[in-house]
Structure formats: C-alpha cells, structure tokens
T-cell receptor
C-alpha cells in the first residue's frame, strides 16, 4: 500500500531532551515536507526537501533540523525541544513538485513539558 | 505570493442538508487548488483538486468544488450531509513553477464541519 509512515504517533518528552520523529514513504516521491498543525493556524511548513541531500527552510524552521540521506526517509529532529513546539506534526510527500499536492502521514502528536 | 481564505472556522449543518464550505484564493498566476479532509486523529486526505482542466471537480464521498476565476473562489459542496462527513476541511492553493508560480503549497486555516441529527 502506498503510504507515508510516521513514528511515533504520540510522544511526551521533557524540555531539552533531543528527539527524532521518523518519516518514510514507499512511493519513490521526490518531494518531502514537514508541517506542524496548531489550532487556528492551519498547517505551517517547517522544512522541505526536493531530493536526496537537498533541503530548505519552510515558514517556521526555528528549533528544527532535517536530513535527507535516502530518498524514502526524511526525519525531523528537535535538538532541544521547548514547550512551544508542542504540536501535531505531519510528514508529507509528493511525486514531482510540491505544487501538485501532497500525500500525508497520520501525524505525530508531540507534547513537550 | 499566494494565499487562501476559508470563511467560517466552524460550520454546522443538519444531516441531509447541503454542505457549503467557502474558499477564496489569491494567486498572480494560474493556480492549482485542493481540498483536503482531516478526520479525528488522522492525517490529511485529498478530497479533490483542480489543475486547470474542468472547472467543476468531483471528488470522493460525493463532494465537488467549482473553480470560479472571476470570483477567485473554490467552494466545496455536497448535496446531502452525512454524519460521517464531520471533520475538518482544508483548502490549499499552489502554482506550478512552469507557469510562473513558486511551487509552494499554501493551506487555509481550516473549517470544522459539524453534522447534527
């Protein structure tokens, strides 16, 4: 089944403890992206990647890192999480261009205390 | 630059009634337009998309949307609401780099649809 898989689905952590949210897609998509969703703000793009080893900042990149060493994987790294990063995170992938729309993962609900 | 405005963060309809969710966009080049649905505790699922072909687009679950360039709108409709339609709906706009767009997908802030008996 074609899908974007994120892990974990739920995560509670403490301020300052490094964490990684994994994302993997099995559709051979070029584009991958991370979004965060907050009430009243919709989806905001954190980082995106056009291909292996090519990443760029989205609208809200502060406090996050990403890497794209393989085409299928696009992990999101929080080096020192803070409470304002408590949010619902989505990974997404697209075949060719972001403009053509994304396939989304099921989401990761992160709580930083 | 492009943007999306969804009028009404919450919409409530009776089961069997018409569903109308409003979306207006701003784009300096021919847009692509999308509607996504998010059910509780799930990711976003594509309902339908407009990519410069037919202006009336039919999607899954009986939803459709009409692209109206003169009104810069892409409203989502369904003739008869069902309880299972209760979800959050997101409109999004993008523009292809081949037509002068920036290739960026921009989302609206969402409309929560409630369906009442």
């Amino acid at each position: 089944e074609a899908q974007v898989t994120q892990n974990p689905r739920y995560l509670i952590t403490v301020t300052g403890k490094k964490l990684t949210v994994t994302c993997s897609q099995n559709m051979n998509h070029e584009y991958m992206s991370w979004y965060r969703q907050d009430p009243g703000l919709g989806l905001r793009q954190i980082y995106y990647s056009m291909n292996v080893e090519v990443t760029d900042k989205g609208d809200v990149p502060e406090g996050y890192k990403v890497s794209r060493k393989e085409k299928r994987n696009f992990p999101l790294i929080l080096e020192s999480p803070s409470p304002n990063q408590t949010s619902l995170y989505f990974c997404a992938s697209s075949f060719d261009r972001e403009a053509y729309g994304y396939t989304f993962g099921s989401g990761t609900r992160l709580t930083v205390v | 630059a492009q943007s999306v405005t969804q009028l009404g963060s919450h919409v409530s309809v009776s089961e069997g009634a018409l569903v109308l969710l409003r979306c207006n966009y701003s784009s300096s080049v021919p847009p692509y337009l999308f509607w996504y649905v998010q059910y509780p505790n799930q990711g976003l699922q594509l309902l339908l998309k407009y990519t410069s072909a037919a202006t009336l687009v039919k999607g899954i679950n009986g939803f459709e949307a009409e692209f109206k360039k003169s009104e810069t709108s892409f409203h989502l409709t369904k003739p008869s609401a069902h309880m299972s339609d209760a979800a959050e709906y997101f409109c999004a706009v993008s523009a292809d780099i081949l037509t002068g767009g920036g290739n960026k997908l921009t989302f609206g802030t969402g409309t929560q649809l409630k369906v009442e008996l």
